[in-house]
């Protein structure tokens, strides 16, 4: 299965189904961010603290990585930064285009891969947002020597990541009320579905996903030329079972040196 192609078509059909994430900034955020007070999440309930950012977002070159959907792009465009929004689902970056003609935004925004950011030149972004969403590629490794590539030099990358803890379980049975042990990490459904289940994914136009390791999740950014200046925690606000016992979601923030 391609995996790029089946996760375009299921973010496709989250926006068309009004799902978590795909859901744009209402006016009235964009009025307060245009007046200063603004605020993002890259994971599922929590805002990043603003002390993440630079002082002033004004002039500065944004990249909303894999961040379409209409919300941090129109607000971080509002608040003065330069935005492009990159996103493998051509659905959600018509949310971000929506949000810019509403409410009288620039935002520029291409339909393209993670992994893959040839479109973009070496150490032009002084930023990059990246929200949950790397669970949707098979190699998390690529992304972040690609950020680390179109980032200068002391640009800042804000990740949010799922820990994959959240794949161990059987979703099956936690939708039963159950906690059951049953997949390894590094977690693929490609390795860990059926036929029949991976042609029910396709057919229903549901994401595949990827659970990574935290070695490749954090070690990676690392290893890509990052240096980790900030981490927090996040959850899903109580609609999972594991809310009860443990954090599901990571938050950092990094900053690319070189070093000689």
């Not at 036929?195 to 229903?204: A, D, M, T």
């Not at 549901?206 to 959850?235: C, K, M, P, W």
Request: net charge negative; glycine share 8%; proline share 3%.
């Amino acid at each position: 299965m391609d995996v790029l192609k089946q996760n375009s078509m299921a973010w496709d059909k989250k926006v068309e189904d009004g799902g978590n994430y795909t859901r744009p900034v209402s006016s009235e955020t964009i009025e307060r961010s245009k007046a200063g007070d603004w605020e993002i999440g890259v994971t599922a309930g929590k805002m990043v603290p603003r002390h993440w950012f630079p002082d002033s977002l004004k002039g500065l070159k944004v990249l909303c990585l894999a961040s379409g959907g209409g919300q941090q792009g129109p607000v971080l465009a509002a608040a003065g930064a330069n935005v492009t929004v990159v996103d493998l689902s051509l659905k959600q970056l018509e949310q971000d285009q929506y949000v810019a003609k509403r409410d009288g935004l620039s935002i520029q925004t291409i339909q393209g891969s993670m992994l893959d950011l040839h479109f973009l030149e070496e150490d032009s972004f002084d930023l990059i947002v990246h929200p949950v969403s790397n669970v949707f590629v098979e190699n998390v490794l690529p992304v972040w020597k690609e950020a680390s590539r179109v980032l200068k030099d002391k640009g800042i990358l804000i990740a949010g990541i799922t820990n994959p803890l959240l794949y161990i379980f059987d979703e099956e049975e936690e939708d039963k009320g159950k906690l059951v042990v049953k997949h390894k990490v590094p977690y693929s459904d490609l390795e860990t579905l059926s036929e029949e289940k991976l042609e029910q994914y396709r057919e229903s136009k549901r994401a595949l996903e990827f659970g990574h390791s935290l070695e490749d999740q954090i070690q990676g950014q690392v290893d890509a030329g990052f240096v980790i200046t900030g981490f927090y925690e996040d959850n899903f606000g109580g609609s999972r079972m594991l809310d009860n016992y443990i954090n599901t979601f990571i938050a950092t923030r990094a900053v690319k040196l070189k070093i000689d």
